[in-house]
């Protein structure tokens, strides 16, 4: 029975080869294998290869553009930062300049201030020395007057011939003495 069967194996191999070699002629499959070969080297030779590196230089090239777009990028987030580090300074000194600008103001107008005070007690002081200079001399004057009408009630009422130098005198001294002016 083994013997039967591979007999039958044998005999249906051989009809399979049969019928496969009907579609199939040998020398024109290893032609055709032998044309695919050969054209598969040509083919990598010359389409392949170039093709390899074409794709592999289209890589890099994208590599470094996203490369260079992300030191773009990182440049600009940079400046960005130096830009808004900048107007912060800017900032910062502009609020600087405007307090000392309110500080010096505030100073010049305490002095104007000051300037004025110092002018109107100034001014008081000359008034107070001037309505003094003039009481003096308005009593002075005062003085010489009660004098001349105290000699002449006194010439006329003593009706003596008297130096009338020493009689000022006189009288002066009396005034002196009761503190009238």
Known sequence: MLQENFVSCSKEREVQ???LSEFIHIPTF?????????LYFILKRLLFKPVWEFMENRKNSIAESMEKAEKGKA???????????????????AQK???????????????????????AEALKLKA????????????????????????EAASKVLEANMDTEENRKLVNRFIDEQGVA
């Open 75 to 93: 440049e600009a987030l940079e400046l960005k930062n130096k830009y808004e580090s900048e107007l912060n300074e800017a900032y910062a000194k």
């Open 17 to 19: 080869l049969a019928v």
């Open 97 to 119: 300049i405007l307090k000392e600008a309110e500080e010096k103001a505030k100073q010049e107008y305490e002095r104007i201030i000051r300037d004025a005070k110092n002018e």
């Open 30 to 38: 290893i032609y055709t294998a032998l044309n695919l070969v050969i």
């Open 128 to 151: 107070k020395e001037e309505i003094e200079r003039e009481k003096n001399e308005a009593l002075k004057e005062i003085r010489n007057e009660v004098v001349s009408l105290a000699l």
